[in-house]
């Protein structure tokens, strides 16, 4: 069989490869693909149903919106974390970057037989815990075994349902937003490829794994001077890193972006590691991140409030939306030169969530 | 490893061992799990989300149903259907059976290296169609590939949201309701048997896999002389076959069920093979099935409606709710005699959804 009528393992990197798969397989298959503001088409981090015309007739805009994930880590602990705190924080992400407070989760485990129980409730267990820290119920699930010569790990799916006065896109970005990262770049993927290769990076980088609702839920409601929110647009940097994200906000919003790559958080472990193994850091997913645009005028208050967080403490205005170069990514380098940051087309690590 | 500190395949089977494992596992190390009337802990097809409480001060009891699964069934494809429309059905009808209105489903797929592209689009395209028979848009989804050692075969998640007027449960059997079954057992597992064990039935005997929205949702407004809902109580006989679903709607509601073997809607090449292969076709999956019970005055009506429908035209009354035996089901046998019907303890024919 010929090499492009396959699945490869990049259709679901979340790069290039993924996009092309979803827009020319699913999306062309799909009749209906919408049933709200946010549908299948904007690939989004998730969705919405506009419920007031499901329900009844409020003058509330209130959204569902609803997003899923499975969640194929390996192996499933991993440094500080495993893939059920993965798994839940994931999705509350997800929900989080579209301004939406989580209302329910719904767990869906494939699991190989022959995994150990004790494993099996240390993954329950973290689940709860992520899902505890932001108030957010388990209300339905799903438990299936696999044959172990059909299935080597286990596979987690979460959906999340939330509500959002006003859902915030990963397309709302105008000239002159500031760009805030709310921490240090590539701590996930490269504390997982050390922890499954044995890499020793002689330092106690751990994955940044964790829910951010809490973090963000203070933000969203600050307004300009005009009242209008300012936050333009959010996104986590999940596969495909800072430099996929990034490049998908300013294609959809149809602005260039320029970043400072001495304003990027990024941890000396996480750097010389990407240096050694001849790895982009931009390109690497993180777990525990957001990048939050806004209106320049808010960018200081905005900031200052996440860096007061757990989860936002190395936070950083790192760049801004430009007229120029719609659709484009730039980063000035620390020698001051300019280079464009490109969409990962492949899969540098895969298997990190 | 001893043998019961790992999980085993009948723990995902749908019979005790899984309920075990739910309740001793899961259910223990999730501190919330409810957002509504119905919860984790109720067992039921999917849960619900009380969205007036958090929407709006709406007088209407409207509620939002969410349910979820994961398919793993092997192969793909199987006789006249595949994953694709078995995702999609097996997702509405646990809505359908909640009496929810499919809103809305998301769609995680996990996909080995080396799948082949133009299975995946038939795959997709299967989803598509059954999704349009009940009108519902899929509008999240996400995208992930494995390796091919670490997994053999796709595995798709479908989530549901749904909205109910009324909830119905599967806890709502009462004394003296009859109880419905909407079409003949064991076609799916006995053809996905027969097809995966190179099985000549002699037959054309196919899966039953059907999305049933459609046929339930015209007998959901049917009310008793009182005004009261004449269907107190609706379930899916999927994993566990109707064995399993009657049991739990047995032990859950306190009543006992008698059903009548001879009024079993069974086609005759199931019933021979599953003499043949020592099964037990009560215990056999089914994937295009309802089990409706509904008040002694309505059983007529609800059930000639039923048989109008494509899915519903071989539905049968096959017995009743008692006030004795309460948790049990006891089978009236074609020779006479009575006889206890189990809920299945193990999976006799694994991955089957």
Redesign the interface.
């Known amino acids: ?1 010929s090499k ?10 979340g790069g290039e490869a ?1 996009q092309t ?2 827009r020319d ?2 999306l062309k ?8 503001l946010v ?2 088409d904007d690939l989004d981090d ?4 506009n ?1 007031a015309s ?3 007739d ?1 003058e ?1 805009s ?1 959204e ?1 919106v ?5 969640h ?1 880590i ?1 192996p499933p602990f991993f440094p500080d974390s495993n893939i059920g705190r993965l798994a839940v924080s994931g999705t509350v992400n997800d929900l989080a970057v579209m301004g939406a407070a989580p ?2 989760l ?13 494993s ?2 240390k993954i ?2 973290s ?2 815990a992520a ?2 820290e932001v ?13 172990r ?5 286990i ?1 987690i ?1 979460t ?1 999340g ?1 939330g ?1 959002a006065y006003e859902v915030i896109r990963d397309c709302g970005l105008c000239p002159g937003d500031r760009i805030i990262l709310t921490g240090t770049i590539g701590d996930h993927g490269i504390s997982l490829l050390a922890h499954r290769e044995g890499f020793d990076l002689n330092t106690d980088l751990v994955s940044d794994v964790a829910p951010l609702w809490n973090m963000i839920r203070s933000v969203i409601p600050i307004r300009t001077i005009e009242g209008k929110p300012a936050i333009s647009a959010m996104k986590d940097p999940t596969r495909g890193g800072l430099a996929g994200a990034l490049n998908e906000m300013a294609q959809k919003s149809g602005t260039g972006i320029i970043i400072d790559q001495k304003d990027l958080p990024i941890r000396g472990s996480v750097s010389s590691a990407c240096e050694m193994l001849g790895i982009d850091p931009l390109e690497v997913a993180n777990e525990g991140k957001a990048i939050i645009c806004v209106k320049d005028e808010n960018a200081e208050e905005v900031l200052s409030i996440i860096r007061k967080h757990e989860y936002g403490k190395d936070a950083a205005i790192i760049g801004e939306a430009t007229d120029s170069n719609s659709g484009k990514v730039l980063m000035r380098t620390t020698i001051g030169s300019m280079r464009y940051v490109d969409t990962p087309t492949g899969d540098l690590i ?2 990190i ?1």
Do not use: Q, Y
């Not at 492009?4 to 990197?13: F, L, N, P, Q, W």
């Not at 609803?66 to 499975?70: A, G, K, P």
């Open positions: 069989m492009d009528k396959i699945v490869r393992m990049e259709h679901g990197a993924m798969l979803i397989v699913i298959n799909i009749t209906n693909r919408s049933a709200g549908g299948l998730g969705a919405t149903i419920i499901n329900i009844h409020s509330r209130d569902i609803i997003t899923t994930d499975s194929v390996k209302l329910a719904t767990c869906a485990m494939v699991v190989p037989e022959g995994f150990e129980l004790d099996f409730e329950i267990r689940m709860n899902a505890e108030g957010v119920p388990i209300i339905a699930g799903d438990t299936k075994t696999v044959d010569n059909g299935l080597d790990s596979i799916n959906t349902i509500i895969p298997r969530c």
